[in-house]
């Protein structure tokens, strides 16, 4: 039976006597040895994490099942979130299995196909609005200020108490921190919950390392990076789709406390880095994941030493989130031949 981020990780949460522990096996996600790009960035080791393979193909699932348990503990029993796909596709899933309503509020026309796939077979309540993601959270810090509704968006803290456990993770599997962290920055949760889990993991002592935060937003959509909201941002990676993130100043604590930074990468810089990962490295993620690679990338270029350096990219979605984007690839080598040994074999060079 799959043992989850609430069994796993109890003792490192907020969980109480009263807190329910179940699991749709989230967490114990693989961390990829790169065998190609490690030599075009130039660093001694690069390892993927994959957080697309969690339960809902994201890593919004190790922050909601802890967000779940606790509402469920103090009595909640309804769910809402504003999503740019993954938060909603998660929170559909924990509400379903815990058999309470979920209500996620979404950006009309702005969600991935896959993503809105999933909050609909989960059965959520799905309300399509006529704005941008920043509208939507509005929207839901008002709706569940003012009702009984459980929040389960990363302002939730328990939310991100869950997603550091990714980085209890990567310490336990490295044997210690990573040098750099390169990770896409949209809402900020993550990179606030990834430093959360380094700093604990060295104040417990499992490593004598604490890694640089590195951080990137899309060009359209680099609110932190420029220092000013974005009302109307775009990019093609839509998770990352956010123009006034809601854990902006513990992004820039995290950034500052690390020594890193917090970058951009233009949507070129993200579409080379997606494909790269898929037929370099065998890593098929969604767009906004590649923004770590293409920080990464940019960086290197940019003459960042990473001799003798362990670097971890965390590739936070996968792929099939985003069929259409995924669709947008050249086929390398696609071609139709009639159902015959002969015209195959010729055409291979085997004839
Ligand atoms: C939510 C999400 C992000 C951004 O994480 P934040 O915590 O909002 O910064 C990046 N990639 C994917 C796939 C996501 O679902």
Redesign the pocket.
């Known amino acids: 039976m799959a043992k989850g981020v609430l069994a796993k990780y109890k003792d490192y949460l907020p969980l109480t006597d009263d807190t329910p522990i179940f699991s749709l096996g989230e967490g114990d996600t693989p961390l990829v040895k790169s065998r190609h790009i490690v030599d075009l960035v130039g660093c001694e080791e690069l390892y993927f994490k994959l957080e697309g393979c969690n339960p809902t193909g ?3 699932d190790r922050g909601m099942v802890v967000a779940v348990a606790k509402a469920l503990e103090a009595g909640g029993n309804s769910l809402a979130c504003a999503s ?1 796909g ?2 909603s596709a998660s929170a559909a899933a924990y509400g379903a299995y815990c058999g309470i309503p979920t209500t996620v509020i979404v950006p009309k026309g702005n969600v991935a196909r896959g993503k809105l796939a999933q909050a609909v077979a989960y059965g959520a309540r799905i309300m399509l609005i006529q704005g941008s993601f920043d509208h939507a959270m509005q929207l839901v810090r008002d709706l569940t200020e003012r009702h009984p509704i459980v929040l389960v968006n ?1 302002i939730n803290p328990h939310r991100l108490q869950g997603q550091k456990t990714a980085a209890f993770e990567v310490v336990e599997e490295l044997g210690a921190a990573p040098d750099y962290v390169f990770i ?8 606030t919950a990834y430093w959360m889990g380094f700093q604990e993991a060295y104040h417990n002592e499992w490593t004598s390392i604490r890694p640089r935060m590195m951080g990137f937003q899309a060009a359209g959509a680099a609110p932190i990076v420029r220092g000013d909201v974005v009302t109307e941002p775009a990019t093609i990676a839509t ?2 789709r ?1 123009g006034n ?1 809601a854990s902006w100043d513990k992004a820039l604590t995290a950034r500052d406390e690390s020594g890193g930074t917090i970058d951009m990468v233009t949507d070129d810089n993200i579409m080379d880095a997606y494909k790269m990962l898929a037929s370099k490295e065998g890593v098929f993620c ?1 767009p ?2 590649a923004a770590s690679l293409a920080g990464l990338i940019k960086h290197a270029k940019a003459g960042l030493n990473l001799e003798g350096q362990k670097v971890v990219c965390i590739i ?2 996968h792929g099939l989130k985003d069929p259409d984007l995924a669709n947008e690839i050249e086929p390398v080598w696609m071609e139709e031949y009639p159902p015959d040994l002969d015209a195959v074999e010729q055409a291979l060079g085997l004839g």
């Open positions: 994201s890593f919004k740019t993954n938060t990363s896409p920055v949209g809402n900020a949760g993550n990179i998770a990352i956010v993130p969604e906004a994941s936070t979605g």
